[in-house]
């Protein structure tokens, strides 16, 4: 029977129309209301991962808090300073349960990340992008003021000549670490003659005080395979330390050598001279480190899976696909893969667009319907975390917290 356009709608909607959907009242938070609760004292109690906005940020609790002891542990135990990345993360609420754990404070990719931290009274500082111009000089010597511990890193003669003056009229004494690079040729200053040469000009300047050297091989972090991994470290950082080691023998003040990422924090541990470890993702972790494989096996599993996506299905008209609401504009697309699905099982996920995904169903380990519920690992964790304003804490199904990322952003 044909209908008419009114008819359709009538017809087509009573026959469309599933039985409503029973909002609870209590359900379906947006994030002022959410805030607005946990400002008001009042506590998220009984909000769920069901309730929230998607798609947003997860932070699973019993993953990270087994993180962040377990390599603190790993510290101790190799009688190791720990300073972990904060890049990764930005937010000082995780700073402050790594320093929490023992950590002697976090790094700092940016002057923006310092100035965060400080806020929230992080001390222990090092910034491990050089500090070059005068914005990021002056806003340097501001933190030195108000946080006299903090360290920054120096890998040319003229920018620790720079840094000096900027110090002696701010009347600060700035805490350096020469950057001795071991492969990236990304920042830092070759080892060897050159890069003691410079902790040499460090120590003479006199608004400056040389504290150590710092060494970071992101080149060795995701090499695949255990002992080619292992292979790889130990040879590029072979030289950064015989740089610092020389350093040592002329006398100079060196006490710190700073290192390490979360492919290689049990390889570098072992290196003589090695003294503190700045790794960053292992807090949260994500596919591009799943991929590398540990000590036992293919999938590295040292640290767990905390920090997810969740989207929601938003549209199911096919037996093999669905849709969610998660797309480009909720994970950093700078890997050549995408997120895995976390849960449910057995689903895949491929971008579709800037707000939309598409999950492949085969493997599903059961029927997805729309509304449903999708948990995402993400691709690469620290610029994953940058496209987003806040973290919501969960245990089990339950939101405990919500944590800003407030030192997000690039300036
Ligand atoms: C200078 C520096 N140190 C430490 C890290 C931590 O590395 P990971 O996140 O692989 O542990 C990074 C990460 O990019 C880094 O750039």
New binding site residues.
């Given amino acids: 029977m044909k209908h008419s356009r009114r008819e359709w709608f009538r017809v087509g909607l009573h026959a469309a129309v599933a039985p409503t959907i029973m909002i609870p009242k209590a359900s379906a938070y947006d994030i002022q209301e959410i805030e607005g609760k946990l400002e008001s004292g009042t506590g998220i109690a009984g909000v769920t991962k069901n309730d929230l906005p998607t798609p947003s940020l997860l932070l699973d609790l019993d993953a990270f808090e087994s993180n962040i002891r377990r390599m603190a542990d790993h510290a101790s135990e190799n009688g190791l300073d720990l300073r972990p990345?904060a890049?990764?993360h930005k937010c000082s609420e995780i700073a402050t349960r790594q320093v929490g754990a023992g950590a002697l404070g976090v790094?700092v990719?940016t002057i923006r990340e310092a100035e965060a931290m400080a806020a929230a009274g992080i001390g222990g500082l090092l910034l491990?992008?050089e500090s070059v111009g005068l914005n990021k000089i002056h806003r340097l010597m501001r933190l030195c003021k108000r946080r006299p511990d903090t360290m920054a890193v120096v890998d040319h003669p003229s920018n620790a000549a720079e840094l000096d003056e900027a110090a002696g009229s701010a009347g600060v004494r700035l805490n350096v670490l020469v950057d001795v690079d071991p492969l990236g040729r990304r920042t830092g200053i070759p080892p060897g003659s050159d890069a003691v040469a410079l902790a040499e000009t460090v120590d003479r300047l006199a608004n400056l005080s040389l504290k150590g050297v710092?060494g970071?091989c992101?080149a060795s972090?995701?090499v695949k395979g255990f002992e080619d991994r292992k292979r790889h470290s130990e040879k590029y950082m072979g030289p950064v330390l015989e740089s610092h080691a020389a350093m040592v023998r002329k006398g100079l003040p060196v006490e710190i050598m700073s290192?390490?990422?979360?492919?290689t924090?049990n390889i570098d541990s072992a290196l003589e001279g090695m003294t503190e470890l700045?790794?960053?993702?292992?807090a949260l972790m994500d596919v591009d480190?799943r991929v590398i494989g540990g000590r036992g096996g293919e999938v590295y599993d040292d640290f767990g899976n905390a920090l997810h996506v969740l989207a929601t299905v938003i549209s199911k008209n096919h037996d093999d696909i669905a849709t969610v609401d998660a797309g480009l504009k909720a994970f950093a697309t700078d890997r050549s893969f995408g997120p895995d699905v976390a849960r449910p099982a057995g689903l895949t996920y491929a971008f579709r667009g800037d707000e939309h995904g598409a999950l492949t169903l085969a493997d599903s380990e059961r029927e997805i319907v729309l509304g449903d519920k999708i948990e995402l690992v993400v691709p690469h964790?620290?610029p994953n975390v940058n496209l987003y304003d806040r973290m919501y804490c969960v245990r089990g199904d339950y939101v405990q917290q919500v944590w800003k990322i407030d030192a997000r952003g690039h300036v």
Avoid at 259 to 263: E, F, I, K
């Fill in positions: 990345h890049k990764t790094c990719a491990t992008s710092h970071y992101g972090s995701h290192g390490a990422s979360t492919g924090y700045q790794v960053g993702s292992y480190y964790c620290d």
